[in-house]
């Protein structure tokens, strides 16, 4: 990988956990045949398209929040534990 190509992706996606996956999925994409979204003249490696993609802006990420839960799990466990201890008794 070119080095000023991650440069050019690390100014857009700043976390290099989310730079890694972004960029492994769309390699994955072009080798099954995906058309690369730039142009070059030069020969490139399907990392350096995909890096290129991404600090043109002709890929874009969205991250997924997870809801948070209103009830924390282990004091709905003991609330039914409690349910099925009176119900027994």
Known sequence: MRDDYVQA???VVPDPYV?????????????AGARPLVESLEKLKLEDVAL???AEGKISFELYEAPE???????A?????????????
Do not use: F, W, Y
């Open 19 to 31: 730079l890694v996956n972004l960029i492994s999925r769309r390699v994955k994409q072009l080798r």
């Open 9 to 11: 992706a690390r100014a």
């Open 77 to 89: 466990a003991r609330a039914s534990a409690g349910r099925l201890a009176s119900a027994r008794a």
């Open 52 to 54: 290129r993609e991404v």
């Open 69 to 75: 839960e209103t009830v924390p799990t282990q004091v």
